[in-house]
């Protein structure tokens, strides 16, 4: 029997030829439009997909014998889990592929933020010569509060110590000791929002994190506070975020993720001053590109092929 994977987003083509080279049958046209992806999907026995897809109750619906879905990224969230798992479709991601690619990018979100790197090159390209209006503040000395310190969270907190900043960061499933390894101190939420100069954000989107970042949560932060999300635009009120920019209490934001994306016209948070904002670019990096790729390739071969299956979001599915 000939498995067939289909692909309806645009992946490395290092991904597809790993799926050939196991004897695969594969469907990788480039990005395909929902109604053609509706169609092949009833002949597909897995789907890898990065965030453009939405294999949402239709589209699971649609599929006739499905066994895998594969995110080539970190967040499932274009991914309808409880539908998966009513058809013991298991879902599985790529966690490790795009940690430094995302990393690097929230952590160069922070220092544009701190210095005002996209406004005063936005000056410069109207023909201004400005130095006044661009006062920094430096990293070296102030507090960074990490929001879910699993991967991507820990890999800025190395490169925050590099700018010998001190760390904090709360997530109910690290140990204080876990942290302390580190030199990290793990703390609440409240401490974390009362003592950070900068917060960045790395958790995933659960009921108890969706938009967490609201009026009361800034009320409760350090007047003057800068906030950084590369993680899931859902995590923050927009609205109360620009309000608490508007007052003051919030010094800026850097955005490369929203609620919706793209964002509708009049989102709050675009083209407020002191915003930086950019659209969803932290693993869009060649290296990240590829090895998330390749790694939903070996997810799939493994799952169909030997029946292994690994990095499940959805435990639940392989009971059935």
Not at 286 to 310: C, F, M, P, W
Request: aromatic share 4%; no cysteine.
């Amino acid at each position: 029997m000939t498995f067939h994977v289909l692909v309806p987003d645009s992946v490395h083509k290092s991904a597809v030829e790993i799926l050939q080279q196991a004897g695969l049958n594969v469907t990788a046209p480039g990005q395909m439009k929902r109604d053609e992806t509706l169609a092949a999907i009833a002949e597909a026995d897995a789907l890898i997909i990065r965030s453009a897809t939405k294999a949402d109750a239709a589209l699971i619906a649609a599929a006739g014998q499905l066994k895998v879905i594969a995110r080539a990224g970190v967040g499932v969230d274009n991914v309808d889990l409880e539908a998966a798992s009513a058809k013991g479709i298991a879902v599985m991601n790529t966690p490790d592929g795009n940690t430094v690619a995302t990393a690097e990018f929230a952590f160069g979100l922070m220092l544009a933020l701190a210095r005002h790197i996209p406004q005063a090159f936005d000056s410069m390209q109207a023909g201004k010569w400005d130095r006044k209006s661009f006062m920094g503040v430096e990293l070296r000395g102030k507090t960074l509060g990490i929001v879910g310190f699993g991967r991507i969270g820990r890999a800025v907190a190395k490169r925050a110590q590099a700018f010998e900043m001190r760390v904090i960061a709360y997530d109910p499933f690290i140990t204080a000791e876990a942290g302390k390894q580190l030199d990290v101190a793990m703390v609440d939420l409240d401490t974390l929002y009362a003592q950070s100069d900068f917060i960045t954000l790395h958790s995933v989107i659960t009921d108890e994190t969706r938009e967490m970042i609201n009026a009361s949560a800034l009320a409760k932060m350090k007047k003057g506070v800068r906030i950084v999300n590369a993680a899931r635009g859902a995590l923050i009120h927009e609205a109360d975020l620009a309000e608490a920019i508007r007052s003051g209490q919030v010094a800026g934001a850097a955005l490369d993720v929203y609620a919706e994306e793209p964002p509708p016209p009049g989102h709050p948070l675009i083209g407020l001053p002191n915003v930086i904002d950019t659209p969803h670019l932290a693993a869009s990096t060649d290296e990240a590109q590829v090895a998330v790729a390749v790694e939903a390739a070996h997810l799939v071969v493994e799952a169909l092929l030997k029946g292994q299956y690994s990095n499940v979001v959805n435990a639940a599915a392989l009971k059935r």
